[in-house]
């Protein structure tokens, strides 16, 4: 089940005494978890039936004892257990979700990862409770998520500004509905939020970032590779080499899979890019200007400075000059 489809059970009042939300992705689990405790009962409800607990400073017991107490005032009552990884004997709350209390809405966010289903703990929750898997969301999904998100605000994105932050944040999407909502304060009534509004309120160049930085290199465009590294060399926070080196690494690596395809055209380019016509242009320009040979010793290149930039092999260098020494001549543009 989804996170839209509890919390829209939950405005309908139609609860199940337990909820178990794990996974990777903490957007949907936080997504639920927040509207439980804010929304399901009145605050004078609240008051005397809502209980947060936390899994690093709880005990089972106190757990199991919160979820038996009978509501005070009110139809039922809401227990909380956040950050629910780092709680020791979790498995011990077997006893209560093998007979949970029906006056009890008992919620759980189990964070970063998932149960081991050979358990008996996970197999009575798949019994007897709502179970989310949240998962992390595909790297491809990210940048028509965002889109969609914006449009469930009110508001638009262009697709430059999409993919600045795209480029930038990746797909942690707390982050990412963190920065759209900070931009909705700050635009002022307009309805489009466009690179300007990424550059201004976020702080993402619309002129030196990855995503321009890729391209130059796509074209073989050796003086503004540089000119947008001496930008992140003055501007550390904006791009760090943990961050630029992966992104150029993926999106190369994708251009390189097109050589395993009998159809190198545009239209046949256009599902292995998700259709995004921006995308398979640049493959075909990427293509053109290095063929295999070259495509291949960037992935090389990557790998090898990426290495760098961890402190394997090298524990000094600045990372704008491993940057440099990747972009520039003899390397990647070359």
């Given amino acids: ?3 839209e489809k509890i919390i829209a059970d939950f405005k309908k009042k139609n609860f199940k005494p337990l909820y178990w939300l794990e996974g990777e992705e903490d957007y949907y689990i936080d997504m639920v978890i ?3 405790e804010n929304h399901i009962l009145t605050p004078d409800e609240a008051g005397f039936n809502l209980t947060v607990l936390y899994g690093r400073d709880t005990e089972w017991t106190t757990v199991v004892n919160a979820c038996r107490r009978y509501p005070m005032f009110a139809e039922r009552q809401v227990v909380l257990l956040k950050e629910a990884q780092h709680m020791k004997d979790i498995d011990k709350l077997e006893q209560y979700v093998e007979n949970p209390l029906a006056s009890t809405i008992f919620v759980v966010g189990y964070k970063g990862k998932t149960l081991d289903k050979r358990t008996k703990l996970y197999k009575l ?3 007897s409770a709502e179970v989310l898997n949240s998962e992390k969301i595909k790297e491809y999904k990210v940048n028509e998520w965002i889109k969609e998100y914006t449009q469930s605000q009110g508001f638009t994105i262009a697709d430059k500004a999409a993919k600045l932050l795209e480029e930038h944040i990746g797909n942690d999407l707390s982050r990412i509905v963190n ?3 900070k931009l909705s304060l700050n635009l002022k009534g307009k309805k489009t939020i466009t690179e300007d509004d990424i550059e201004t309120y976020v702080g993402i160049s619309k002129e030196y970032n990855v995503f321009e930085l890729q391209s130059a290199i796509a074209k073989k465009d050796l003086p503004k590779a540089l000119t947008i590294i001496q930008y992140f060399e003055s501007n550390p926070k904006a791009a760090p080499i943990q961050m630029v080196l992966p992104a150029l690494y993926a999106s190369f690596s994708k251009i390189y899979t097109v050589f395993g395809m009998a159809d190198k055209s545009e ?3 256009k599902p292995h890019f998700y259709f995004n016509q921006t995308a398979v242009r640049n493959a ?4 053109k200007a290095y063929q295999y040979e070259g ?9 090898h400075y990426n290495l760098k ?3 394997v092999g090298d524990t000094g260098t600045p990372d704008a000059s491993l940057l440099k020494r990747n972009g520039g001549k003899n390397d990647c543009v070359d």
């Fill in 1 to 3: 089940m989804s996170a």
């Fill in 34 to 36: 927040d509207y439980a």
């Fill in 125 to 127: 929750l798949k019994q």
């Fill in 179 to 181: 920065e759209l909502e």
């Fill in 267 to 269: 239209a046949a380019l």
């Fill in 284 to 287: 075909l320009d990427t293509i």
């Fill in 295 to 303: 495509i291949e010793r960037i992935l090389l290149l990557l790998h």
């Fill in 309 to 311: 930039g961890i402190g």
